[in-house]
């Protein structure tokens, strides 16, 4: 396990949202994902989902455990709301502080927009979608609602941080504290790939697992 996170460090994120603390000695893999009772194939198939850019998709959500990946996906949101974006706010009032008030203004302005609307991203997901799933777990078979429905309202979320790190890097006269300013937009940069690559595990592993136990409970 170690090896894996030296060559790939960004996977240190996905280790703290299947609750797997760090400390696992010359453990591998499977030992590590036993003792912290993490489904193997769910963690594997989303490590390597994420470290390879040609991971063949096919059928590769199958091999997945559906409590575990939402469990995954539940902690990743907690993460950005309740600590990632809180932290960037932090950085970039401290960045902007000496700058005009218009400017640090609209700035904060246009991060708080876009916060909530992650918020509002995350909560329907929260509370609508992990709902119907849990429910359809359970073998009830819930109606009036359908994972078509998610798939075709899940838009990217990735997209308005970048254009305030457009805002930022275009428009900002950057002063003193321009080493700060580039602490956060390091954090946004890597904000935004880390939001991008949650909704491809959603779209491509998450969406297909379900449509495929909606077909099953319709035979
Ligand atoms: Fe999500
Ligand atoms: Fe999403």
Redesign the pocket.
Known sequence: MSDLIEEEYSLLTVLSRFNISLGFGDKNVAEVCRQNQVDTNTFLTIVNFLSEDDYSLEHSYEKIDLPSLISY?KN??KYFLEFKLPLIREKLILAIKSSKEDVSFLIMRFFDDYVNEVKK??DY?DNTVFTYVEELLSENMPSGYNIGVFRKRHSPIGLKLLELKNIIIKYYPAGESSNLLNEVLFDIFSCEKDLED??RV?DYLFVPLIAKIEKERML
Request: proline share 0%; with cysteine.
């Open positions: 996906l990743a949101h991203h995350m997901e949650h909704c959603e």
